[in-house]
């Protein structure tokens, strides 16, 4: 998916998201997060991914308490990628509160986007258990891709091997089944209800066949 295809079907729900939040987008900061999502080295961390959760947050954006941060959160969330960097999480949340800082927002929302995206560090072990619904949301829409059809799912772990085409396989590898085993190992994997019945079972499957190898 390209920019110009990517903002014609998502420009509306971005003006959305921030009057939702109380203060105009500012100008020119959709294409600039377009052309981050657009950029050569993603393979999954892109704009089909953007693209896949904004469809996923739309079908259930009731059970957020405040969907419009949910919906600001997801545009930011992977705003900053970068394949040799710890702070990726870090960098887009700083981005977009200052984003919304910029554009008056009150310190709560911008503090509240703030969390939201720094909540989506998967795989840290000293991760907080997610308390609101919000991240809850937030967090089953990031990782609804573990549970995908094998085919989207298949092509999901070949899109994080060329992102990672650097790593030889025999780092690659047992990293890879560790993290994919401990998302295995959460009871629940989804925290809300609608994804839990959509995806957990679909989940569990194809996180068995990866760390399986």
Known sequence: MD????????????????????????????EQLCTRYAE????????????????????????AERPAEVALALWFHDAVYD?????NEAR?????????R???????VADR????????????PDLPLPETPDTRLLLDVDLAILGADPQRYAEYERQI????????????????????GGFLARQPLYLTAPLRAARE??????LAGAVAG
């Open 3 to 30: 920019c110009h295809t990517f903002l014609d079907r998502h420009r509306a729900v971005w003006l959305q998201a921030w009057a939702g939040a109380g203060v105009q987008a500012p100008a020119g900061l959709l």
């Open 40 to 63: 050569p080295h993603r393979h999954y961390h892109s704009l089909q991914h953007l693209d896949e959760c904004l469809a996923l947050l739309a079908a259930h954006h009731d059970v």
């Open 83 to 87: 394949v040799h960097a710890g702070d």
């Open 92 to 100: 887009s949340a700083d981005w977009a509160r200052d984003a919304l």
């Open 102 to 108: 910029g554009g008056a927002a009150s310190a709560g």
């Open 113 to 124: 986007v703030h969390a939201l995206v720094m909540s989506t560090r998967h795989g840290l």
């Open 161 to 180: 091997r060329a992102e990672y085409a650097h790593v030889p396989p025999e780092v690659f590898e047992p990293r890879r089944r560790k993290l994919m």
């Open 201 to 206: 079972a679909q989940a569990r499957r194809n």
